[in-house]
């Protein structure tokens, strides 16, 4: 159960998300993260080149490096718009070093940022290179390939303006075409993009918009099959994924349903770890304190079966009672506080040690309590994590 997660560009929606991404490390065994030239900028900002180091130095993160940014490119010079899908990216020096230029201009801002040489270059070394591909199976060739398929473009449509705009009365009879033109093509629809727009300023929705999400999810897909991960995407590129390969989406999906209703029911009205991260009430080295605290929980749960209930599998192991809490609570602590005093005893007979043992025992139930019962993965929900989002 949550064994590996992929977050591309480090959040949804084009965003970096911190809060996401801490929160992912908390659940998943192993989280990888896709960066490009626009998320490692902003995670830089967001966490400054050290926290970037440290995050990157994680035993649960692995990290890669995608210098080409899947795009949408749009011509209105003849007064049509025409669209195709491609590439953005960054020549360097030399194609053996445009990557690693890339990865440094992210990180100094094009160089306003004074930051040390010795740093980026540690950046730039845990960062692995991951280049799209450029033959028949690019994924502009497969987005291409998705846009012959009529049904699936209208339903593409559909699912995006259903997530961005939930208010928005989608027509019945909406219609959301592709018209060849020679090597590009053109939109045909009846959506009214300015009434669309109009209730929201987020976001402006336009057929070049939606067709960015084709794209988007299509290279989504591309990376969940490399990487063989969970993948951690936005609700929309999720919607398109599930019209054409379900698989890819479906044990992420079930994992989401999982977490939701373990933060739902466990957590009750506390806040999220997402939450008080992204409103910078917790730094991210607190956030790796906790998830250091947090091993055992961690280990706990990814052993559990991954057709298993996390809620039900919690409150089972919470409940559960060993031997030892069965005895008698004030006998079971005298015996093994004098108990142990008795034996230090054996070993230095001054009687001292008894005596201590009757000061232990009036001392310390609590940890009685843990050394005898045992660790229960409550011991982290109610007291590191809650104390990190209270």
């Not at 993948?231 to 349903?257: G, Q, W």
């Not at 298993?308 to 919690?314: H, K, N, S």
């Not at 030892?324 to 005298?334: D, E, H, Q, V, Y």
């Amino acid at each position: 159960m949550f064994e590996k997660a992929l977050i591309r560009g480090a959040g949804v929606d084009g965003a970096v998300d911190i809060g996401l991404v801490a929160e992912t490390l908390l659940f998943y065994r192993s989280t990888h993260l896709l960066l490009d030239m626009a998320s490692l900028s902003a995670l830089s900002d967001q966490l400054g080149p050290d926290g970037l180091l440290l995050l990157l130095r994680r035993p649960e993160v692995t990290a890669s490096y995608c210098p080409q940014i899947p795009t949408v490119l749009t011509n209105t010079e003849k007064g049509l718009a025409q669209h195709d899908f491609g590439e953005m990216f960054w020549h360097g020096k030399s194609a053996k070093t445009d990557a690693h230029d890339q990865i440094a201009l992210s990180i100094t801002r094009s160089g306003e940022l004074k930051i040390s040489t010795k740093t980026v270059t540690q950046i730039v070394d845990l960062l692995k290179i991951h280049r799209l591909p450029q033959d028949v199976g690019s994924v502009a060739n497969s987005s291409r390939a998705d846009c012959e398929d009529p049904h699936f473009v209208n339903m593409a449509a559909r699912a995006v303006l259903e997530n961005l705009r939930p208010t928005f009365a989608i027509p019945a009879n909406m219609r959301f075409s592709v018209m060849r033109l020679g090597g590009a093509f053109a939109i045909e629809t009846n959506l009214d993009f300015a009434a669309i727009n109009r209730l929201s300023n987020v976001n402006e929705i336009s057929a070049a918009y939606i067709l960015a999400h084709i794209v988007n999810a299509r290279a989504d897909t591309y990376f969940a099959a490399d990487y063989m991960g969970e993948l951690v995407t936005s609700p929309a590129n999720s919607a398109l994924i599930r019209l054409k390969h379900f698989d890819f989406i479906r044990r992420r999906a079930k994992s989401e349903d999982q977490h939701d209703v373990f933060e739902n029911v466990v957590l009750n009205d506390a806040r999220t770890v997402r939450e008080v991260v992204n409103s910078k009430e917790r730094s991210i080295t607190e956030f790796f304190r906790l998830l250091d605290e947090g091993t055992k929980f961690r280990s706990w749960m990814h052993s559990q079966n991954p057709d298993a209930q996390l809620v039900r599998e919690y409150y089972d192991q919470v409940s559960k009672e060993t031997w030892i809490g069965r005895l008698p609570g004030k006998s079971l602590r005298f015996a093994f506080f004098t108990g142990a005093g008795m034996l230090a005893d054996l070993f230095a007979p001054t009687g001292l040690g008894t005596a201590a043992g009757l000061g232990i025992g009036a001392a310390d139930s609590l940890l009685l309590d843990k050394l005898l019962k045992g660790w229960r993965p409550s011991h982290f929900i109610e007291g590191p994590l809650k104390h990190f989002v209270d």
